[in-house]
């Protein structure tokens, strides 16, 4: 049996802190500080009593000292000694971080959707069609000044609070005027100068911007915009004819081998100067920009299976061979206003991530009991362009009062224009395809995604013998999303194609002329009753209440609880009707979400910290739409479900930790979470069709230990420079649990209950979720001479990325251990400073594992070789 903790006993937890006295007496003045320089160093923090000055922490940094929340923060110059190119490569070095698909943040085990990313204070949008949190990679390095993680909630932040929230900071208004350059190239062991597979697109592919060939024909958009299916009946053959001859062809379906894969390349500008105004006003402006091209191959297996004698059996077993050539532009422009005790900032981001893909795989599918190969061919374009505008504004005769808004205005994008896929069966030696039996189709599909938001939040120093600060303030969110996908596939038009036609290569097998003689029509296959298109919002208003106090010369407490509001729908669309059609109801919610958290200074420059809170995480729109969709990174199809509701959670935190010198620091905390009706993954099958689908599970509760060291040693006996260790583990426990009477709603079925045991084993641990989570950075680094050598290791345990059939094991993936060397050296030339830049990753070539294991038997899902990769760069500073 789970125990719960209920509401009222946490608020009236939070409420027992409001006992302590405060004597009324004239605030001390209250020094602002540097956030960038809070950031780095440590702070003195002077504890007043009536006859004596007290100054402990001496070591605490302020970011962590101010907080009575569990935090851990990333500088720039950690992002400098890590070496890593995004904030989701340089979130994996925190303790209890994990990195899924390259891109999204696992806390504590969690997956994405318990966590929510921010860009300075505000909530983004984002352009994956399966998520409604955003990648972070689309975050370059060069774009950041530090990022936040708390893990503790408080009750300034959204509701949506899992495993963390994720704040990124940009960089901001200099202080001193600065410009960089940097170049760089690198390559992959298994990618660089090697085998691959290409298509030729168009000429300017390599800058991830298409030059109007993946435009959608007019004759297509024509049809379209009449509101009928693109078929017989609607259209006459000449019709289908005409429109089927506007599809590119050759440089989309025709795939190229080459024997040799360019290498990587990129390069960064950036540059900021601050300009005296007269008086106390100061103009800051700052401008970054950067761009990337990256290749990378992949060649494995791919298998599929059942059980058999109580152990796995391969039904199904392909090799494959893919390459991607990823090209991302960032562009950030700042400006910042100084004025008295007054700030505003205005910061535009912008961030173009294109991947192109070519994949082929070949082998014995059971599904139709032959031989075939897949060939498929895409580009997807995700772009993300926010604008922010900030202020800060302190008021009072000892700047008590301190007021922070924000307002942005953010818009994501994937478009993903000529989706191909063509399918070929071995045939007396040969591969051939009927356009019958073997299926093609084209794809056009486009998900855009569009955030407003704003916020206020206001704090105000207490005039009372101990410190004590009241903050307060609200924020709103506007989240909207349309998303829609047309499918076409050249058929058959007689039954079948005339034999020699069928083994033509693919542009001459949908040439003109094929079309022209009738061998071949188009039919458009796009899904019916909403699985094609969907219109998604979620709007939340939410207000907040929150106090800190020093309790004691020792004791800190922070009390709050926020308010929030929202109302999330998710409308299929209709596209041959464009009309709404029936789905659940939205979900419409009201929570009181309370937050409490301690921190006892017990002993010179070490401290505990105690938070507890309740929190919640609401489906993300494509959990919800009925919409199906490939993924191409795990290549399983999902569909969403529309049943899903909230989940709610308890989290408890209790942490110790010990800075025993400037910037070093161990610390050793547990927490557990309890998670009422989680969001889990499950196998949905609909017909031949195998797909990926959510449900609510009854309850899950994940517990753990997390460990973090830091410290700097050889300073004595080195003749210059130092040695760094940086080290943390995080061991994590979860379990979901399933009773006798507890029920689930699936898709399936039209949401009707339907016994939970039957989807969901009891005792299963939680997607996602690794028990064992480490990081490892050692090394040399002398700031007076710009050297430093690190070696990082980061090491994450077997977790589930998804369930089994009914019946059949869970899917298991084993990121393993990842080891990396960063070098970097800085000299002088004319007056000039260059840093040399050396990079090397995965350097025990550890391999992408995704698999099924049943009583010693084993079927591979997903295999094949990262390589390691290697990196020079340069970079000029003036």
């Given at each position: ?19 302590a ?43 962590l ?49 318990y ?11 984002s ?44 960089v ?54 009449t ?24 440089p ?5 081998a ?11 500008i ?9 008086g ?39 090799d ?5 050539n ?14 008295g ?24 599918s ?47 994008s994937?478009d ?22 073997e ?20 704090s ?33 038009l ?36 909403g ?25 800190k ?44 200074l ?9 938070g ?24 399983r ?7 899903l509701?909230?989940s ?5 935190d ?37 797909q ?42 979860s ?23 039957e ?5 299963s641990?939680?997607?996602g ?42 899917f298991?993936?084993?990121p ?9 050296k800085?000299?002088?030339w ?43 760069s ?5």
């Open positions: 049996m789970t125990m719960t903790l209920p509401r009222s006993a946490l608020s009236l937890a939070i409420a027992a802190l409001l006992a006295p405060a004597a009324a007496q004239e605030a001390p003045t209250r020094v602002e500080a540097d956030p960038q320089a809070q950031a780095q160093e440590p702070q003195e923090t002077v504890v007043p009593t009536f006859d004596t000055v007290k100054v402990q922490g001496e070591y605490i940094p302020a970011p000292q101010e907080s009575s929340e569990v935090v851990s923060v990333l500088t720039r110059e950690d992002l400098a000694r890590q070496g890593d190119g995004n904030a989701a490569e340089a979130l994996t070095r925190v303790a209890g971080l994990s990195m899924a698909q390259g891109k999204f943040i696992y806390v504590r085990g969690l997956d994405e959707r966590s929510s990313a921010l860009l300075n204070g505000s909530p983004l949008p352009p994956e069609p399966l998520k409604r949190v955003v990648p972070l990679d689309l975050f370059p390095s060069n774009v950041l000044q530090t990022v936040h993680v708390q893990k503790t909630y408080s009750a300034r932040y959204p509701g949506e609070f899992g495993g963390g929230v994720i704040d990124v900071r940009t901001s208004t200099p202080d001193i005027p600065f410009l960089s350059l940097s170049i760089g190239s690198g390559g992959n062991s298994e990618t660089t100068f090697r085998d691959g597979l290409t298509h030729y697109g168009s000429e300017d592919d390599w800058s991830g911007y298409d030059d109007g060939t993946r435009k959608m024909p007019g004759a297509l958009q024509d049809a379209i915009a509101g009928n299916r693109v078929d017989q009946g609607n259209f006459s053959q000449d019709e289908l004819k005409a429109i089927g001859r506007s599809f590119v062809n050759a989309l379906n025709l795939l190229q080459t024997d040799s894969i360019d290498p990587d390349f990129n390069f960064d950036s540059g900021g100067r601050a300009f005296d105004l007269g106390d006003a100061r103009l800051g402006l700052v401008a970054v920009g950067g761009f990337r091209n990256k290749w990378q191959s992949q060649a494995g297996i791919q298998q599929e299976g059942g059980i058999e004698n109580d152990a796995l059996a391969v039904r199904s077993d392909y494959f061979v893919a390459t991607e990823n090209a991302t532009a960032n562009a950030l422009l700042g400006a910042g206003l100084e004025f005790g007054h700030k505003v900032n205005l910061t535009t981001m912008y961030v173009h991530d294109t991947s192109k893909e070519t994949r082929s795989k070949q082998g014995y059971d599904l139709t009991g032959a031989d075939i190969r897949d060939d498929n061919t895409h580009w997807f374009e995700r772009e993300l362009i926010d604008t922010q505008l900030a202020g800060g504004h302190v008021f009072g005769a000892q700047d008590e009062f301190e007021v922070d808004w924000r307002v942005s205005h953010a818009r994501a994937r993903a224009p000529y989706e191909k896929g063509i399918r070929y069966r071995l045939v007396d030696g040969y591969y051939a395809h009927n356009a019958s039996q299926q093609n189709y084209t794809r056009f599909g486009n998900v855009t995604d569009r955030t407003d938001s704003a916020g206020v939040d206001v105000w120093n207490l005039p009372t013998m101990r410190m004590m600060e009241l903050r307060f303030g609200g924020a709103w969110l506007d989240n909207s999303r349309d998303s829609w996908s047309r499918e076409f596939r050249f058929l058959a007689n039954g079948a194609l005339p034999f020699y036609v069928q083994y033509q290569r693919p542009d001459f097998l949908f040439s003109d002329y094929n079309l022209s003689q009738g061998w071949l029509t188009l039919r458009e296959t796009t899904g019916a009753d699985a094609a298109a969907y219109a998604a919002s979620l709007e939340t208003r939410a207000a907040y209440v929150e106090l800190e106090s020093d309790i004691t010369d020792t004791l407490g922070s009390i709050g609880v926020r308010y929030e509001d929202a109302t999330q729908e998710v409308v299929p669309i209709d596209l041959f009707g464009n009309q709404p059609l029936a789905g659940a109801p939205a979900l419409e919610n009201d929570y009181f979400l309370p937050a409490l958290s301690a921190t006892w017990f002993a010179d420059n070490m401290q505990l910290r105690f507890a809170s309740q929190t919640i995480a609401r489906p993300q729109f494509r959990e919800l739409a009925p919409q199906q969709y490939l993924d191409l990174d795990s290549d199809v999902f569909i969403g479900n529309p049943y509701v909230d709610e959670l308890t989290n408890l209790l942490r110790w930790e010990w800075y025993f010198d400037e910037g070093e620091y161990f610390n050793a905390g547990v927490f557990r979470k309890q998670i009422d009706r989680p969001v889990e993954s499950i196998v949905n099958e609909a017909g031949a069709t195998v990926q689908t959510f449900i609510n599970a009854p309850e899950a509760t994940v517990s753990g230990i997390e460990l973090d060291l830091r410290m700097n040693f050889g300073e004595q006996w080195l003749p210059s420079g130092r040695l760094f260790l940086g080290a943390n583990y995080t061991w994590s426990d379990e979901v649990t399933v009773g006798a009477d507890d029920v689930v709603y699936p898709l399936a079925g039209g949401g009707e209950p339907r016994p939970a045991s989807l969901i084993r009891d005792g641990a939680m997607q979720q690794s028990d064992h989570l480490a990081n490892l950075l050692f090394g040399y680094e002398n700031p007076d001479t710009g050297s430093q050598a690190m070696l990082l290791a980061n090491h994450a345990s077997e977790r589930i990325s998804a369930r089994g059939r009914p019946g059949q094991p869970d298991l993936q084993d393993g251990t990842m080891l990396d060397l960063v070098l970097r800085r000299m002088q004319g007056g000039t400073d260059l840093t040399f830049g050396f990079e090397a990753r995965n350097l025990l070539g550890t391999e992408y594992k995704e698999y099924q294991e049943l009583n010693g038997s084993r079927i591979d899902l997903n295999r094949y070789e990262l390589g390691t990769s290697y990196s020079f340069l970079n000029v500073a003036f």
